[in-house]
């Protein structure tokens, strides 16, 4: 079987395709042998084929690419179990694919998990609005708070999971999933904010401490969000209020008149 798994690797890799994708015809050819001896030799069925593709740590194509299948598989670990829980054998077992094949996407668990965190966590609404910035201050800032909220609430949860084994363990994988992510999303909310300091309209902050200011409160209402909320009852502030009530904070805080 080894050598017919070659021939439908190199008959994949030289038709730009998935295995699932080239004809038994060519991988016929490209083994040196008949159609019909092919067939023979998979017993009749093709699926005998993918499934040796697939041992071999490659997905043989025909659904998601291995990449989507793992990141939803993660993201969904990630909400249920925590960081903590998440091994690359319970991802290649909810993804469908194998451990190395992980390992070939991914380079390893921290980078399956920075992959996660980039398409669940705000980055990419992030980027779009930093794409296309509000003019006003006061619109950027509360653009940026419901782009955070929105990151929170998302499901599967993965950003207040990222945040619990951040706080819990500062060494441990969500500060290397957050390392990875740091550049774009520094960059993104300095296109963001820089401008307006620059301008004159912001107080001129180390940026650190900017973005502290700004994120600080409301990632820490959030997260106590589920603890706060049967404890006061109907005298909790919807996340609209909230939203508010901090960006008009933080403008009173950096806004120069």
């Known amino acids: 079987m080894k050598d017919l798994v070659a021939a439908a690797l190199a008959a994949a890799k030289e038709r730009g395709q998935?295995?699932?994708?080239?004809?038994?015809?060519?991988?016929?050819?490209?083994?040196?042998?008949?159609?019909?001896?092919?067939?023979?030799?998979?017993?009749?069925?093709?699926?005998?084929?993918?499934?040796?593709?697939?041992?071999?740590?490659?997905?043989?194509?025909g659904r998601p690419p291995v990449r989507e299948r793992a990141i939803e598989a993660a993201a969904g670990l990630v909400a249920e179990?925590?960081?903590?829980?998440?091994?690359?054998?319970?991802?290649?077992?909810?993804?469908?694919?194998?451990?190395?094949?992980l390992h070939t996407v991914f380079e390893g668990r921290d980078g399956l998990l920075a992959a996660v965190f980039e398409q669940h966590g705000p980055l990419p609404d992030l980027e779009a609005l930093a794409a296309?910035?509000?003019?006003?201050?006061?619109?950027?800032?509360r653009a940026l708070y419901r782009t955070f909220v929105a990151a929170f609430d998302r499901e599967p949860r993965v950003v207040p999971a990222v945040f619990a084994d951040l706080f819990s363990r500062p060494?441990?994988?969500?500060?290397?999933?957050?390392?990875?992510?740091?550049?774009?999303?520094?960059?993104?909310?300095?296109?963001?904010?820089?401008p307006h300091v620059e301008a004159g309209r912001v107080r001129p902050l180390p940026f650190p401490v900017l973005v502290q200011l700004l994120l600080g409160p409301m990632v820490t209402h959030l997260l106590?969000?589920?603890?706060?909320?049967?404890?006061?009852?109907?005298?909790?502030?919807?996340v609209e209020e909230v939203t508010q009530d901090f960006a008009e904070a933080y403008l009173r805080a950096v806004a120069l008149p």
Do not use: H, K, W
């Open 18 to 61: 998935d295995v699932a994708d080239v004809p038994l015809t060519a991988i016929a050819a490209a083994a040196g042998v008949s159609r019909s001896t092919l067939l023979r030799r998979l017993g009749g069925s093709r699926a005998v084929l993918d499934e040796a593709v697939r041992q071999a740590g490659v997905d043989p194509g």
């Open 224 to 238: 106590l969000r589920p603890v706060l909320g049967p404890a006061f009852g109907a005298g909790m502030p919807s």
């Open 132 to 141: 296309n910035p509000p003019e006003r201050l006061e619109d950027t800032v």
């Open 171 to 194: 060494d441990g994988p969500a500060a290397r999933m957050m390392a990875a992510n740091f550049p774009r999303l520094f960059a993104s909310l300095a296109r963001l904010l820089l």
């Open 81 to 101: 179990r925590g960081l903590g829980g998440v091994t690359l054998d319970a991802v290649a077992d909810r993804a469908e694919c194998s451990v190395p094949s």
